[in-house]
């Protein structure tokens, strides 16, 4: 039974999850709003005892051996727990006046608990189930708007590579059980040389790879994201960007890193080009985006890339530098989305029918109308260029020096090229923000938004310039992979 | 290794013959079959008799709804098969039957759910 | 609960006080105001009690230090001589904040002043408590970069846009000596542990660089076919950064081109926040310049030096804030001159030069502060056109007078009577006698004597050009508010009775900032590798040395009285165009033809500039041009395979695993 306790965070969001759900259903919409709140304190609780079992630094097995707790898993939660915290914090104003409000909480709920279970999952069934709670959750997310039809486009689209996405994790997963005979991760490791003599095995590791790089939105399986992550109301690109695709990373660190590839080394080389494609054409073609929302998407696709060479230089300091990226870009782009949403709500207050609400245009003197705003849009901006003192330098600068010390000075110099080429759209909406005149009059930011980018401001600027804590977990969440 | 794929050589024999079949079948009819062209010829088959109205009716959007509970709580149901059959003999009892319940009770809120969202409502 | 464990809040508090009132001040009384000096009262309060803690304790420093990023750390050092600095910059500014409410008091602009000058603090008092040089570089790039916010305050000036620019210029070539500086220490120091550094071991610390001076002394690099100890390097290079922010000879060219600024930042630049730091800086790493051979030589002369130097330039500036301006390149060049002292007389050095710097920065501010108080009531700062002020504005004139007799230092020696300025000029004419006693080498000290005879001429020109004789413009007159005349009175009487309070104690107790529980060094040693010997027990000096400061500047009052109270002379016929000594005086000694005309027109921007520019048209920039272009159309490109149809996006799926599987089984082939 003390097992049960350790998934003491997983059941309290559940619980909330199913009282928010029941507790909408007999309150009137304008009272709905403390739904919102319930959330947020389920969330909190959740996160307070994540922590607490982080910083117990427990180990343990559970559910005969399907489930583990380690440091790597905690860590993971505690990311989505983030996320999930600032965007329900947000989506007190983004769906305030809702009549499904209920719905959208318990669905976020739902969604961050399958993103949990596949951070503690220790098998390929458990792992497939969290994966397909969180991707099921969010599909109907994305759509939550059902009235507006470019929000249909983006769910749709989200959920047909969804399911053919899925469709090739349980064929790769079941390719590989048909190798080795197990489902459980470790018991995959012990056999993993079944699949390394075999040709089917490069079929099976390239379908797993398809599976979780749709998550992750690895080229070419991120053709969804720019889409979706436009289309999709802003607090909810920010759980997508933020959480749910942190949750194909840890998948794949658990299944690609864990159990295949440190057998065979020449794989790496696969990632390698993955990662540069995916940074290169991430970059590039964020470059001609008009629209914020778009560029941040492949912006997000070019981090991706990022983090994928952790796969290639598979040291303790390069994992450990993938796995504080993660945290980092966690803030960073929920960050960003929400600010992106609050000038969204701005451009909304001046005109009820606006269209396209995250245009370049209207980011205009963003800093003379919302002046908070614009500042901690630009310090988002300025962390994913990776520019010193942000959380974005911190990440960048480890994992970057972990690919140099281990040798693979091209594919650093790779990616210290995009990131110089990324400042350039970057810099470009702070321009538009601090030097383009407007003539939109000043208006101050809802509270419930304020409070969730003020939030995710603060965590980037403390991971920046106090990453010491960070880098000591990312270590050993790093060293659990690695044994 | 090669017993696995040695096991699958009739399927590839199936899918082969599969593939071949239809162009062969077509080209025996395209040669043997006479020809002749009459208004019937074009005409909707539908069981000899004269076709009318038109093919794409549509079905009420409650019908899915309604087809998607139902399967839901069949599906659900079909999980308390194993629960009653495979844990024979295990000194779990106790244990096992809360957990039952819980998964019931999750289930019960999806009901009240669906209930109070005039899910099962026919005619609004 | 110990008093240091707020020592963090001393640089904090004024940072965030300017994060407040950049953005709330609008709303607030005297654009915010209150809440800078309310902050900065407060450093001042902490810092005094530490400073009374560490009085009565002086083993016990307060040193603080957390793991900061790598290898580095972040911490807090104070020991006697940084408290000594935080209590001065925080008493003088919060001085200066106060006077400021008065001031400013017009200007649309305050609560972006008020910001700013609270930063400007928060950074210089960030300079003094650092534990590590390069914490302190980043804090010391911070008062640069508000020196440069503040001095171009008033930007719709062109003027004042330029002087901003070239202060931050100017200071940037001394701040890349320094950084360099940084950058071989830290290489030195990472050899010198063979590139295993111990957990909690930070290279960058004083304790542990001062912990490695004799690894520092033993490596060598030969330049220029001679043969430097990588600690000669470091410490000069350090001296660089400080020739740079201390407007020392030939980096001062920013400092009387600063006076663009408003007065109170002028007062704020010259005696609390900025020129001192690079004082500051060669205090703080007095040990490396101790065991570096020649070294403190080169400071001595180049501050001496310039003394004299910027106090001829002093002698015929008709612009009052030019005159003190110049005056304070003359006094930082006592205070260096003072450091370089340390050759003969050891740690001494450090307690005469910072008790210099205190009493200057009393005086100074206070100079400033009553010529702000001039310029703020009759508008102008052209000392041609004052004169006579001394009924209308008594208490202005009366603390003039007192900064003045306190800049040309006068005072009776032997006993405990006289100015501030007096005992610690007097302690600096006196340590360069020593030197020149013990080494035979007497241009220090007549560098020293000389520019005390000029600094007492010019500074009484300045008041008698000002307060007396007869009004020379139309301008009514009046008394500042008591706002500004109080901050006034208050630093009159520190420049007239803290030295006397204070010289033996304070030097003794500066004595102690390298020796404690944190830093402690065999002084000897050190002197030992840089080749000085030091003399420990220099006896009274002559009757006619300890006389001679006070004769030289009561001479230069008499000068002055003559010719501009009495004018004996037509001075008129003196300072005319024709003189050749008046005009090469006049233009500065050409420097700015020399530094503007010459070295950056002709050579910097016609030989240097054009060619590359050139160059970079050419080649650069068409590569640049081409790269960007380049990606940019394949941006273009490739943002049409994403086509929108959802159908195109699975087939690219199903196409990659292919490609992916291809691509996995010719990696496992080939290899």
Redesign the interface.
């Known amino acids: 039974m003390e097992d049960i306790l350790l998934l003491a965070p997983e059941i309290i969001l559940a619980v909330t999850a199913?009282v928010v759900?029941?507790a909408g259903?007999?309150l009137k919409t304008e009272h709905k709003v403390a739904l919102g709140f319930i959330s947020v304190a389920g969330i909190i609780m959740a996160i307070a005892l994540t922590m607490s079992i982080m910083l117990a630094k427990t180990s343990a097995s559970m559910f005969y051996d399907t489930m583990v707790i380690d440091p790597l898993s905690q860590v993971f939660k505690l990311v989505f727990l983030s996320v999930a915290l600032l965007v329900s914090i947000a989506s007190v104003k983004y769906v305030s006046e809702d009549r499904n409000t209920e719905e959208f909480f318990a669905l976020l709920l739902l969604a961050i608990i399958g993103m949990m279970v596949v951070s503690s999952s220790n098998d390929l069934i458990t792992l497939f189930l969290g994966f397909e709670l969180a991707g099921l959750a969010t599909y109907a997310l994305v759509g939550f708007e059902k009235k507006n039809i470019k929000v249909l486009e983006a769910s749709?689209?989200y959920f047909?590579?969804g399911a053919?996405?899925s469709a090739?994790l349980l064929f790769g997963m079941s390719y590989v059980y048909?190798m080795t005979g197990t489902t459980n991760i470790p018991g995959i490791a012990a056999n993993a040389h079944l699949l390394v003599?075999?040709?089917?095995g490069?079929?099976a590791?390239?379908?797993l790879?398809?599976g979780f790089?749709?998550k992750m939105s690895l080229?070419?399986?991120h053709?969804?994201a720019?889409?979706t992550y436009q289309g999709a109301p802003s607090v909810i690109s920010a759980l997508l960007a933020g959480a749910s695709k942190k949750m194909g990373f840890i998948a794949a660190f658990k299944v690609i890193i864990v159990a295949l590839i440190a057998l065979?080394a020449?794989?790496q080389?696969?990632f390698a080009?993955l990662a540069v494609i995916t940074m290169t054409?991430g970059n590039?073609?964020?470059?001609?985006?008009d629209s914020v929302k778009r560029m941040l998407a492949y912006s997000s696709v070019a981090q991706a890339g990022y983090i994928s060479m952790a796969f290639v230089v598979l040291t303790p300091t390069a994992l450990a530098g993938g796995i504080l990226y993660i945290l980092s870009h966690a803030f960073m782009k929920a960050g960003a989305f929400i600010a992106v949403a609050i000038v969204g709500f701005m451009i909304l207050v001046g005109n009820k029918d606006a269209r396209d609400t995250d245009h370049i245009d209207n980011f205009r003197g963003l800093s003379k109308r919302m002046?908070i705003t614009a500042f901690a849009l630009m310090v988002f901006l300025l962390a994913l260029a990776g520019i010193p003192a942000t959380a974005g330098f911190?990440s960048k600068f480890v994992l970057f020096s972990s690919t140099i010390e281990a040798g693979l000075v091209w594919l650093a110099v790779i990616a210290i090229l995009n990131s110089a080429?990324s400042l350039f759209y970057y810099a470009r909406v702070i321009k538009y923000m601090y030097f383009m005149p407007t003539e939109g009059g000043r208006i101050t930011e809802p509270a419930p938004y304020a409070i969730a980018m003020i939030l995710a401001l603060v965590a980037v600027l403390v991971i920046g310039i106090?990453?010491?804590p960070f880098i000591y977990w990312a270590s050993e969440a790093a060293n659990v992979l690695l044994i | 290794m090669a017993g696995i794929i040695d096991s699958y050589i009739p399927v590839a024999i199936i899918l082969v013959v599969a593939i071949i079949m239809p162009f062969i079948t077509m080209f025996i009819v395209n040669v043997l079959s006479p020809r002749s062209s009459g208004e019937t010829k074009f005409d909707t088959y539908e069981s000899g008799s004269d076709p009318t109205g038109e093919a794409r009716i549509q079905f009420k959007v409650e019908y899915y709804l309604y087809a998607i509970s139902f399967v839901i709580f069949d599906v659900a149901v079909l999980f308390m098969f194993p629960w009653s059959v495979v844990f024979v003999g295990y000194d779990i009892a106790a244990l096992l039957t809360i957990e039952l319940l819980i998964f019931i009770t999750v289930l019960l809120f999806g009901f009240v759910y669906l209930w109070k969202k005039e899910g099962l409502q026919w005619e609004k | 609960m110990n008093i240091g464990d707020f020592a963090f809040l001393i640089p904090l508090l004024p940072a965030l006080a300017f994060v407040i009132t950049l953005f709330f001040g609008k709303r607030l009384y005297s654009g915010g105001a209150l809440i800078p000096i309310g902050a900065i009262g407060a450093s001042f309060i902490i810092s005094l009690l530490i400073t009374i803690n560490i009085l009565q304790n002086p083993d016990q420093v307060i040193h603080q230090s957390v793991h900061w990023f790598a290898i580095f750390n972040l911490g807090i050092l104070i020991d006697p001589l940084a408290a000594v600095m935080l209590t001065m910059v925080s008493f003088v500014s919060l001085l200066i904040h106060i006077y400021a409410i008065g001031y400013m008091e017009h200007d649309p602009a305050k609560p972006r002043y008020f910001a700013e000058t609270s930063l400007f603090t928060a950074a210089m008092l960030g300079v003094v408590l650092s534990d590590n040089i390069l914490q302190m570089f980043i804090f010391w790039e911070l008062v640069g970069l508000c020196s440069y916010l503040l001095i171009g305050f008033w930007y719709q000036k062109p003027s004042a846009a330029a002087a901003a620019k070239k202060a931050f210029l100017t200071t940037r070539v001394g701040d890349v000596m320094f950084l360099a500086g940084i950058i071989i220490l830290f290489a030195s120091l990472f050899q010198a542990f063979h590139g295993e550094v111990p957990e909690g071991v930070y290279l960058l610390q004083f304790s542990e660089m001062f912990n490695h001076i004799d690894a520092l002394a033993a490596m060598n690099a030969t330049i220029l076919g001679m043969e430097v100890s990588h600690l000669t390097i470091i410490a000069l290079l350090f001296f660089g950064g400080a020739i740079g922010k201390s407007g020392q000879f030939p980096l001062h060219v920013w400092l009387p081109d600063a006076m663009e600024g408003p007065t109170t930042v002028s007062a704020l630049i010259h005696a609390a926040t900025m020129v001192t730091a690079g004082v500051y800086l060669v205090a703080r790493t007095f040990p490396m310049f101790l065991s570096a051979p020649d070294a403190l030589i080169i400071v001595a002369y180049l501050g001496g030096f310039t003394a004299l130097f910027a106090a001829t330039m002093g002698l015929v500036m008709n612009d009052i804030k030019r005159v003190l301006a110049y005056s304070t390149v003359s006094q930082l060049g006592y205070m260096v001159l003072g450091l370089g002292m340390g050759a003969v007389v050891g740690l001494e050095a450090i307690g005469v030069s910072m008790f210099h710097l205190i009493n200057h920065a009393f005086f100074k501010a206070l100079l400033f502060l009553c010529a702000g108080s001039v310029i703020h009531a009759i508008g102008t700062q052209d000392m041609r056109q004052m004169g006579g002020l001394l009924k209308a504005m008594p208490i202005t004139a009366g603390t003039m007078l007192v900064a003045s007799l306190a800049l040309a230092g006068f005072g009776i020696p032997g006993t405990s009577i006289g100015t501030s300025g007096f005992f610690s000029k007097d302690a600096i004419i006196e340590t360069a006698f020593v030197f020149g006693e013990y080494s035979h080498d007497w241009i220090p000290y007549i560098f020293a004597i000389l520019a005390a005879l000029l600094t007492s001429i010019y500074i009484f020109r300045l008041f008698f050009m000002t307060f007396t004789g007869k009004s020379r413009n139309n301008a009514k007159a009046h008394e500042a508010p008591s706002i500004m005349t109080v901050p006034l009175l208050i630093l009159a009487v520190f420049s007239l009775v803290f030295g006397a309070l204070t010289l033996k104690p304070f030097i003794a107790f500066m004595e102690r900032t390298f020796d404690n529980n944190v830093i402690s060094l065999n002084i000897e040693h050190l002197a030992t590798l840089g080749n000085y010997d030091l003399v420990l027990e220099h006896g009274p000096e002559p009757l006619f040395i300890l006389w001679l400061p006070v004769i030289v500047a009561v001479a230069g009052l008499l000068i002055s009285y003559l010719l501009y109270y009495k004018q004996v002379i037509d001075v008129s016929k003196v300072v005319s165009r024709e003189n050749p000594v008046y005009k090469l005086l006049y233009n500065r000694y050409y420097q700015h033809k020399i530094f503007t005309e010459l070295l950056a027109t002709r050579i910097v921007y016609e030989l240097i500039s054009l060619s590359a520019d050139y160059f970079d048209r050419k080649f650069i920039d068409t590569i640049v041009d081409g790269i960007g272009k380049i990606t940019m159309s394949a941006g273009n490109f490739m943002r049409k395979i994403q086509t929108g149809v959802v159908q195109n996006y699975v087939a690219a799926v199903v196409a990659g695993v292919g490609l992916l599987i291809i691509l996995f089984r010719l990696i496992v082939e080939v290899i």
């Not at chain 1, 003599?197 to 089917?200: G, K, L, S, V, Y």
Request: aromatic share 14%; net charge negative; no cysteine.
């Open positions: 199913l759900l029941v259903l007999y749709m689209k047909i590579i053919v996405s090739f048909g003599d075999n040709p089917i490069i079929v590791i390239v379908m790879i398809a790089g749709y080229v070419p399986f053709m969804w720019p889409d065979n020449e794989w080389t696969i080009v054409l590039v073609v964020a470059l001609s985006q002046p911190v080429i106090w990453p010491e």
